[in-house]
């Protein structure tokens, strides 16, 4: 089976050659390939001069590197890794092995069972950003997907070639694993040891800012895969908004045959009509999902046929 390792770079001139010569040892008979996105060191060249297949991404964005992969590479097995030497090329047998015995479309690295990542990790917030974004998807789900927002994952053809990339940038682990959740793919967790970045390389991930992106993507991706459960939520809260704002009112009109609080029962009247709406709203849409739900699944029948595997 042919095997492609995915490594999306930018500016890791001091670890990526240590990367591609790791994962060379471990599976000499895989293809590397590093996507160089606009940096300004030499990742480019010493990716060339440890043998790497090398192609550059010029839109910015981590998100962007792994659609332009996805498009570009055909293999059986693919495993996307980051070029900062934080996850361990020696795990990628036990990474691979579920891929190759078909029992998951997605292998998760996952980080933080062994208790590795927190030990390692020293950067403030991560861990509770780590927790939060988890604890989110695992509730909206109803799984136990212990790392939603690893870097290191396994994926068959059929994944691959039928993932919807919208994320430009760090948010794509997260929409990696809600794809996967909503359309009910095989997903199979291989715990692994993870490793601080040496010194001298700095991560490029920005604690609050790319955090906000991560839940700003949950929030869209909550909003078009559960459309019901999302305009219901909000339907309900402006629902006993306007209830707490009647209530008062209809009691008066029941004790006295008269209302005093007109801009009150005003605002009452539209905030339940608004309720009623976005209920009637979340109706449709959910519809709407239903079926492109059903559509999805026969291109994963065709895909299926067509890479000689099954879902």
Excluded at 101 to 121: H, P, Q
Aim: contains cysteine; hydrophobic residues 40%.
């Amino acid at each position: 089976m042919e095997i492609a390792i995915l490594v999306p770079c930018y500016n890791e001139e001091q670890t990526i050659g240590k990367v591609i010569d790791d994962f060379k040892r471990e599976l000499p008979e895989a293809k590397i390939y590093v996507y160089d996105n606009n940096s300004s060191d030499r990742t480019y060249e010493i990716a060339q001069q440890h043998g790497a297949i090398v192609k550059k991404e010029t839109m910015q964005g981590k998100g962007n590197v792994v659609r332009s992969m996805f498009r570009e590479i055909d293999a059986d097995i693919y495993v996307m890794v980051d070029g900062d030497d934080t996850y361990p090329a020696e795990f990628v047998h036990e990474m691979i092995k579920p891929i190759m015995n078909k029992e998951a479309n997605m292998v998760i690295g996952d980080r933080l069972s062994n208790g590795t990542y927190f030990n390692e990790n020293k950067r403030m917030f991560h861990n509770f950003g780590n927790n939060l974004v988890k604890n989110l998807i695992n509730f909206l789900y109803k799984s136990d997907i212990k790392d939603i927002m690893t870097g290191y994952r396994a994926f068959d053809k059929l994944f691959v070639k039928s993932m919807p990339i919208m994320s430009p940038g760090f948010e794509i682990e997260t929409e990696m694993s809600l794809h996967a959740l909503d359309k009910r793919f095989k997903i199979v967790e291989v715990p692994i040891d993870y490793r601080d970045r040496p010194e001298g390389s700095e991560s490029k991930l920005n604690t609050f800012s790319d955090g906000i992106k991560v839940i700003n993507m949950i929030f869209t991706l909550f909003k078009e895969f559960k459309p019901f459960q999302f305009f219901s939520l909000w339907s309900s809260v402006l629902l006993i908004l306007g209830l707490a704002v009647g209530l008062p009112v209809i009691y008066e009109f029941i004790k006295t045959d008269y209302i005093t609080k007109v801009p009150s029962a005003i605002l009452a009247v539209g905030l339940v009509i608004l309720a009623v709406l976005l209920f009637a709203v979340g109706l449709i849409l959910d519809t709407i999902s239903s079926l492109n739900k059903k559509q999805y699944e026969m291109e994963i029948i065709r895909l299926s046929s067509k890479y000689g595997g099954k879902e």
